[in-house]
Antibody, heavy 113, light 108 residues
Framework: QVQLVESGGGLVKPGGSLRLSCAAS????????MSWIRQAPGKGLEWLSY????????YYADSLKGRFTISRDNAKNSLYLQMNSLRVEDTAIYYC??????WGQGTLVTVSS | EIVLTQSTGTLSLSPGERATLSCRAS???????LAWYQQKPGQAPRLLIY???TRATGIPDRFSGSGSGTDFTLTISRLEPEDFAVYYC?????????FGQGTKVEIK
């Protein structure tokens, strides 16, 4: 069955960096556009970034101001999110999402000193 | 950026009642690329509707989506106990994609 498993979350200090990964299985990853979406504790959903199936088209939320970079490796069935200059307000569960319908269980990122 | 407004923060209804959730966009949603999600506590969201009115695989037919342009509606014809949750609308027609702030459907 379709599975998306995020990893790479954890506790980081403000100004630090993290790289999130999402391992996909159970479907043809290279056919799917993918996104990262996050949810701060007790808050709503926030879309962060989109990457097309080939990786040729990428979009970002304006609020990220160039701090985050999405990428994928279709040979490894993996999606990534490089997060730099992290802020306290980036604390959230980060979800990997395939074609709107397939969601991972999320990885928690906590930014705190 | 398209701002999505879900005007009702909380809907208090009883099982068996009809739920009508609204989502208004600040500008027209391209190609009616509007989705609805359901989220229960501690779980990832689940896609219910995409393309404004198409039910995702496995979604019961008591869920229906309607609308176009800037006004969209999710209707749950008869609430089942498992339908009490938070619902989000989401536009993916133009970048940046955006979400509404959510509507909580709670048991009255």
């Amino acid at each position: 069955q379709v599975q998306l498993v995020e990893s790479g979350g954890g506790l980081v200090k403000p100004g630090g960096s993290l790289r999130l990964s999402c391992a996909a299985s159970g479907f043809t990853f290279s056919d799917f556009h993918m996104s990262w979406i996050r949810q701060a504790p007790g808050k709503g959903l926030e879309w962060l970034s989109y990457i097309s199936s080939s990786g040729s088209t990428i979009y970002y939320a304006d609020s990220l101001k160039g701090r985050f970079t999405i990428s994928r490796d279709n040979a490894k069935n993996s999606l990534y999110l490089q997060m730099n200059s992290l802020r306290v307000e980036d604390t959230a569960i980060y979800y990997c999402v395939g074609r709107l319908r397939y969601w991972g269980q999320g990885t928690l990122v906590t930014v705190s000193s | 950026e398209i701002v999505l407004t879900q005007s009702t923060g909380t809907l208090s209804l009883s099982p068996g009642e009809r739920a009508t959730l609204s989502c208004r966009a600040s500008q027209s949603v391209s190609s009616d690329y509007l989705a609805w999600y359901q989220q229960k506590p501690g779980q990832a969201p689940r896609l219910l509707i995409y393309g404004a009115f198409t039910r995702a695989t496995g979604i019961p037919d008591r869920f229906s989506g309607s609308g176009s342009g800037t006004d969209f509606t999710l209707t749950i014809s008869r609430l089942e106990p498992e339908d009490f949750a938070v619902y989000y609308c989401h536009q993916y027609g133009s970048s940046p994609w955006t979400f509404g702030q959510g509507t909580k459907v709670e048991i009255k």
